[in-house]
Structure formats: C-alpha cells, structure tokens
C-alpha cells in the first residue's frame, strides 16, 4: 500500500521530515503541502501495476487535478503522459518541460486559438468530443494540410454512484458521442475516411471518485464491443483505447480503503481478457489519473482563530482561509476530517464544525470532525486536499492564493509563491476620473 509521509514529533506534524509549524513561519496560512515522495512513488505504482505483455500502457495525468510548473516537470521526469484541456494547460506542459508528442487535448468546446496551438506545437492526440467538432477539426488541418492523430471521445452510457456533479456518461452528459445515439455509426464512418484526421480509436472517461473496479469493466466492456462493431463498418483497426480516470481515493475517515496498486492490477488484467474476447488488435490503452495521482499526497494547513458556539449546530472553528482555496465542500459537498497538527499528542477530543473566513454560508470547509478544543493560534491541518483544491481555487473576498510547497527528506521546495497584494491589482487598470 503506498503510504503517507506523515510523523508525530513531540506532538508536531511532519509532512516529508519538515515541521508543518517550520513552514507555516516560512510560507504563512493557508498553506498546500505536498509530499513529494508518495507522488513519485504514486507515478511509479500506475507504472508498474498498470502494464500487461499484450498491450502498451499509457498513464496521462490529468493536470486539471493539480498543475504548476514544479509538479508537471516532477511528472515529467517520470515519462508520463499528459492530459491538458486548454490553452493555458498546453501552455504550461510545454514549459514544463513535457514532450509535446505526450501531451493530449481534451475539451467538449475547444476553440479555433486551442486547436491552431496544438497542430502548431505538434501536441501528440486530440480527443474529439463531438460531430460538429470533428468538422471545425478538419476544416483547421485542411487549411494548413496537416494530418492530427486522434481518438474519439465516446459516451458510454455508465452510471455511477458519485455525486452528480462528477458523473460524466449519463444520457444528458455535455461529453462525448453517445454510443446509443443512432447516427454515431454513420459519424464514425466519415471519420475513419478523413484525408486530415487519423482516429485511432476510442476514449471514455465515467466520471471520478469512482471506487468499485466493476464501473470499469462494465466500461471497458462496452468500448470493447463498440470498437469491435465500428471496426466492422468502418472496415478499419482501431489500435488505441482510452479508458479515462475516475479512480477514488480515501477522502476522509469514514471512506473505505482504496488498494491503487491492486485496482491497476486487476483493471489491467480485465482490460487484457477483453481484448481476447473480442479479438481485437489493440496496441496501446490508455488511463487518465487525476485525483489518485497527487490527492493523497496533498495536505492543507490553517491557522486557527475564533471559536463560535451558535445557537444550534456543532461549534464552529474558523481558519484564515475556506472555500477561497477548497471549494469542494461547498461546490459537491466533499467530506473531509481535520487535525490540530500542533497538539497531535492530546487526549480529548470534541465535535466541531470547520469554517472558512469567507462571506458565505455554505463557507464551512467541514460539517463535522474531532478535534481537541481549538485555541487560537493552533495549526489546524486538512488530508488529501491534493487534487481539485489549488486547482480551483479563486481570489473570492480578495484573499490572495496560497503558497504551494513540496517536502521530501526533510526538505521543503516552494513550487508556488504565496500571491501579495500587489499580485490582486496587477492586472487592473486605475479608474482616471473619464
Ligand atoms: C476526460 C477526463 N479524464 C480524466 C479526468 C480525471 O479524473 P480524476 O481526477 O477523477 O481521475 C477527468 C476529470 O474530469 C476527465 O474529464
């Protein structure tokens, strides 16, 4: 099982040997700390249990999960791919340091600017999401006389049991052709004659936080059998698949275990009877990790400052930072559990609430978790707050964006600098009494 960083020094959490109360006098609060050693050791477990002898695996991490410039060249180093959906996601692979030929764009409305970037900078696969995509496509590689490699993002029909808001293959979905839809086989015929655009093959991606391995298969199943079918009309092998991300992670306490290592294992081993079963020549399948890949490994850290008993409800501890730097309570009520990394040695524990500074009721970062009873001051810690955290965070009520910070042996890397104030108005222009 690949295992946290974390230790219990005289009381004090360490994230990766550093002292979380060294880096908050460092860095200041809130705080992302990511330990860098479970993300290499992460990268490395889909590496070498995600593999099989009768098809090259291809692990893209989703960089919507989490992406600076330190993280994606740490990623890169680890020759994975890349999923990028944007400009400014291509942008920053590149500077990266990411072989353009690894990087994939998805997107379900990618724009002309998008598109003319990724042919220009020879980005590896596009993902086409629909019809009227593929034309716009074809219409921008005629003009230039350019051949893209890409597959076709299909909507399997699959559904989960995660928050509506994470599902991404129900029948009213915005991603993807759906597989059920009657004009999908025609669509794909004119494709696989395309003079400017070489399909590949096949994408899905069900949705994400999605624990039992059997959404997978059914996944895998259906891809299958269509690629089998299109194969057939079409009178064309496909050689690729892409079976998207979605893999869950241990959120909070109450979450069961998640093995990773021993869901590649079994997921790679379903894919392999699949491609028996349907007898197809299928080189290379893809996966696209977001979460599983860097959620663990990130950590958030506040400083603790009032404490409000109401009227009704469990108390409420509030800290320096809320929905500003971690929507997800609040955007698809994400359930996390807290700690006083400061006081990890004390004995008893109440029921609290933890809420964010931010002017909104629905700014409470957790509806309940045990902790000793919050002075102010204390550092009060978030697990796995990796994935989607920074990624979305915003500078609601002008708060200025986190700093980001790696550990490992000891040592802290800054990977992002915490904004000033100076950085709120850089790009505001002064009002000059007009
Ligand atoms: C196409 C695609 N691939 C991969 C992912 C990553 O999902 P997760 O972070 O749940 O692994 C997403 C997430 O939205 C996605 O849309």
Do not use: W
Request: aromatic content about 10%; charged content about 30%.
């Amino acid at each position: 099982m690949l295992k946290k960083n974390y230790t219990n020094i005289e009381g004090m959490l360490h994230i990766g040997g550093v002292s979380v109360e060294e880096l908050r006098e460092k860095y200041g609060t809130p705080l992302y700390i990511y330990d860098q050693k479970l993300i290499k050791e992460t990268a490395r477990a889909f590496k070498d249990n995600f593999k099989s002898e009768i098809f090259e695996s291809e692990i893209s991490y989703a960089s919507k999960a989490q992406s600076n410039l330190y993280l994606l060249g740490l990623l890169s180093k680890e020759n994975l791919y890349l999923d990028t959906v944007s400009l400014g996601e291509m942008y920053i692979a590149i500077k990266a340091g990411f072989d353009p030929k690894k990087i994939h764009l998805h997107g379900n409305n990618k724009t002309r600017e998008e598109l003319v970037f990724a042919i220009k900078n020879k980005i590896g696969t596009i993902i086409i999401d629909s019809y009227e995509e593929f034309l716009f496509l074809e219409e921008i590689l005629g003009e230039r006389d350019k051949k893209m490699d890409c597959l076709l993002r299909i909507n399997p029909d699959v559904k989960t049991s995660t928050h509506k808001y994470i599902q991404t293959s129900n029948a009213d979905s915005k991603f993807g052709i759906n597989i059920r839809d009657e004009k999908t086989p025609t669509y794909i015929k004119q494709m696989a004659d395309s003079q400017f655009i070489n399909i590949l093959g096949f994408h899905a991606h069900i949705g994400s936080q999605v624990m039992e391995v059997g959404f997978f298969e059914e996944e895998a199943n259906i891809l299958f059998e269509f690629t089998k079918k299109m194969q057939e009309i079409t009178q064309k092998t496909f050689s690729h698949i892409n079976l998207g991300g979605g893999f869950g992670v241990r959120q909070n306490k109450k979450d069961r275990d998640f093995d990773l290592e021993k869901f590649l294992k079994d997921f790679a081993k379903i894919i392999e009877e699949k491609i028996k079963i349907y007898g197809l020549s299928i080189k290379k399948v893809g996966i696209e990790p977001g979460r599983s890949m860097v959620n663990q490994a990130g950590s958030s850290i506040y400083s603790v400052g009032s404490v409000k008993h109401t009227l009704e409800g469990l108390p409420l501890v509030f800290v320096d930072g809320g929905m500003s730097d971690n929507i997800r309570p609040s955007l698809y009520g994400a359930k996390y559990d807290a700690l006083i990394a400061n006081r990890l040695d004390e004995k008893n524990y109440e029921k609290f609430r933890v809420g964010g500074k931010l002017c909104e009721s629905g700014d409470i970062l957790i509806g309940e978790t045990d902790l000793p009873y919050p002075k102010r001051g204390d550092i009060l810690a978030i697990e796995n707050t990796g994935a989607y955290s920074s990624a979305m965070s915003s500078n609601y009520n002008k708060l200025p964006k986190p700093a980001v910070v790696f550990v490992e042996d000891g040592r802290d890397y800054l990977a992002v600098k915490k904004e000033s104030l100076e950085d709120l108005i850089k790009n505001d222009l002064t009002y000059k009494g007009e």
